[in-house]
C-alpha cells in the first residue's frame, strides 16, 4: 500500500470522517442489553461471527461488486438496491443508507468526487475505483473501520475499557484479514450469511427502551 493510499484509505474510514457511524450499533445494543454480550470474550465472539459470517462479509462483497462496476453505475444501483433487500429489518437499512448517503455527500462537499447516496459498501467501492484504490488495500481497512465501530460501541455501552476494546479489535486481525481476502474473490452469487442471531438482535432493537443508538 502506498503512502497516498494509505492516507486516503485512512481518512475515509477514520471515526473523524463524517458517516454518523457513532450512532449505529448494527444491533449490538440489544444483546448487550438482553447481557448476552457483557465481556471481551463474548463481544470478538459476537464480532467474528459477524464479519465472517453476517453483515461484514455481504458489505465486502458489495464492495468488492461495486468496485468491479467500472464505471456501470446502472450496475451499481442494482447493487444498492440488493444491499437494502440484504437487511434484515428496517434499522439495518437504515443504517448502511444513511451512512452511505452521508459518506458521498462527505466527498462531494470536500470537491473529490460526486456519487449518489447509495448504501455504504455500494459508494465505498465506488470510490475507491474512481480514486484508482486497490481493491483489498480497501477491503482490509473498510473491515477494520467496521469493526472499531462495533468495539467502540461496546466500550461505551457495556462499558469494556479501552484496552480491553483494542485487545478484541487487534484479536479480531486474521477474520478481518480472511474477509478481505476470500471477498475480494467472491461474486454476489457469494452473498448470503448465518449470524442469524445479531439479525435478531437488530430486529429487537426496533423497540428497545431505553436506547441510545439507532440501530
Known sequence: MDADTLLKLNRWFSPAFPTGGFAWSHGLESEIAAGRVRAPAQLADWLAAVLEQGAGRNDAILLAASWRAGDDDAERQALAELALALAPGAERAAETQAQGA???????????????????????????????????DTLLLYLQAFAANLVSVAVRHVPL????????LAGLAPAIRQTAEAAGQA???????????????SLEHETLQPRMFRS
Open 102 to 136: 452521508a459518506f458521498a455527500r462527505t466527498l462531494g462537499e470536500s470537491g473529490e468526487m460526486n456519487l449518489p447516496p447509495w448504501p455504504l459498501p455500494v459508494a465505498a467501492g465506488a470510490a475507491a475505483r474512481a480514486a484508482g484504490l486497490a481493491l483489498g
Open 187 to 201: 461474486t454476489t452469487d457469494d452473498l448470503g450469511g448465518c449470524a442469524l442471531a445479531a439479525d435478531i438482535a
Open 161 to 168: 475499557g479501552q484496552s480491553a476494546g483494542q485487545a478484541v
